[in-house]
Nanobody, 118 residues
Framework: QVQLVESGGGLVQAGDSLRLSCAAS????????MTWFRQAPGKEREFVAR???????YYADSVKGRFTISRDNAKNTVYLQMNSLKPEDTAVYYC????????????WGQGTQVTVSP
């Protein structure tokens, strides 16, 4: 069982930066594939970024070059550094964990709101 708690969301202006954090419980964090998703109002949830247990990273085309996912296994935390934010990045951001690379991971956080004003 893994419990995930996101933090770091907020209201920013276009062009600003934010860093989201996702703290995980448990002693096996390093084994998990960690993924960030987001869901904007009226839209389906979408993949944002993923980092595997060995540190391979993957990004949605819409955030490539602006967002960076990283993890600190000693702190049981995964981060999403978001730069050059755009209004279309406005969404609730969720982190998720699974032992596999899978479309719908087993464990999810409660989400953190990111709002980017024009």
């Amino acid at each position: 069982q893994v419990q995930l708690v996101e933090s770091g969301g907020g209201l920013v202006q276009a062009g600003d930066s934010l860093r989201l954090s996702c703290a995980a419980s448990g002693r096996t964090f390093a084994r998990y594939v960690m993924t960030w998703f987001r869901q904007a109002p009226g839209k389906e949830r979408e993949f944002v970024a993923r980092i595997t247990n060995v540190g391979n990273t993957y990004y949605a085309d819409s955030v490539k070059g602006r967002f960076t996912i990283s993890r600190d296994n000693a702190k049981n935390t995964v981060y999403l550094q978001m730069n050059s934010l755009k209004p279309e990045d406005t969404a609730v951001y969720y982190c998720a964990a699974d032992l596999r690379i899978i479309t719908t991971p087993a464990y999810w956080g409660q989400g953190t709101q990111v709002t980017v004003s024009p």
